[in-house]
């Protein structure tokens, strides 16, 4: 999604580039998966992982791998992100290289190190700095050479989506975090907080694009994801009526609802 947005409001201003394009999205793709497998194998050694777990099949819980081979799975995912990487400081600079390197940092910490931002209840800033700001931003500049108002606030209408499927899991997990000490912004302040985030999310994603094309930062073609603000309050509904594992439909379907945004306002600008 944040590769689709940037690319296409680069699009819309004559700057095209596709080795760019692919190798951030596969290096992007690689992060998110490193940051997947990390988080399997990390939660089930902090014990987040029990039987009594509510939320889909994990493969490290389940034993349908070991410890060992999903350390190993994630160390080909960093070694393809690093490759990725390699290009694009090529293009970019090195600037851009340390910024992988802090990316693929903040998704070992995210559920690692002494101190896991999902522990504290950082999680969800960091998801909507990383998967949406810097994501974008850096695709963007990677193509054009500079940093567009527009790509910031599409850093926003990607992130904001993004944080909520991690709301999805924090509602549902509710019960089994506070055990294992898991101390997400829902276990600190409640399922109203989370079901308010939550709504917060997709309809701010909603908000912040009315307000972009409202001061002329987004090209006037972005108007196209309003299509979506039905489905955001349909979503934001679904989610206030269900509670524990009834919640993991919604994860695959807060997942869906951002990408169809991200491709709506992508369509509209390019066409």
Not at 21 to 38: E, K, P, R
Not at 161 to 172: D, E, H, Q
Not at 216 to 235: D, F, N, Q, S, T
Request: hydrophobic content about 55%; proline content about 4%; glycine content about 12%.
């Amino acid at each position: 999604a944040p590769v689709c947005v940037a690319s296409a409001i680069a699009y819309a201003q004559g700057r095209v580039h596709i080795l760019v394009t692919l190798a951030a999205l596969f290096g992007a793709l690689f992060i998110q998966i490193f940051a997947n497998l990390y988080n399997d194998v990390a939660d089930f050694r902090r014990g987040a992982d029990t039987p009594s777990r509510l939320g889909p099949d994990r493969v490290t819980q389940k034993g349908w791998m070991s410890e060992k081979q999903v350390i190993w799975a994630c160390v080909v995912s960093v070694v393809c992100a690093l490759l990725m990487g390699v290009y694009l400081a090529s293009v970019g600079g090195w600037p851009i290289f340390v910024l992988g390197l802090v990316s693929l940092l903040f998704a070992y910490l995210y559920t690692g190190g002494p101190a896991p931002l999902a522990y504290t209840g950082l999680g969800d800033v960091f998801v909507l700095i990383f998967f949406g700001e810097v994501a974008v931003c850096a695709t963007y500049y990677l193509i054009t050479g500079t940093v567009h108002p527009g790509a910031v606030v599409l850093g926003l209408i990607v992130g904001l989506p993004t944080t909520a499927i991690l709301v999805v899991n924090n509602l549902r997990d509710q019960h089994t975090d506070a055990q294992a000490k898991k101390r997400t912004l829902v276990v600190r302040f409640g399922t109203t907080f989370g079901q308010i985030e939550y709504a917060v999310c997709l309809l701010g994603a909603q908000l912040v694009l009315a307000l972009g094309l409202g001061f002329g930062v987004l090209p006037v073609g972005a108007w196209v994801g309003l299509i979506a603000l039905p489905l955001a309050v349909w979503r934001v509904a679904q989610l206030r009526a269900r509670s524990g594992a009834a919640l993991n439909p919604l994860l695959g379907a807060t997942a869906r609802h951002g990408l169809l945004l991200s491709f709506l306002v992508s369509a509209g600008v390019v066409l």
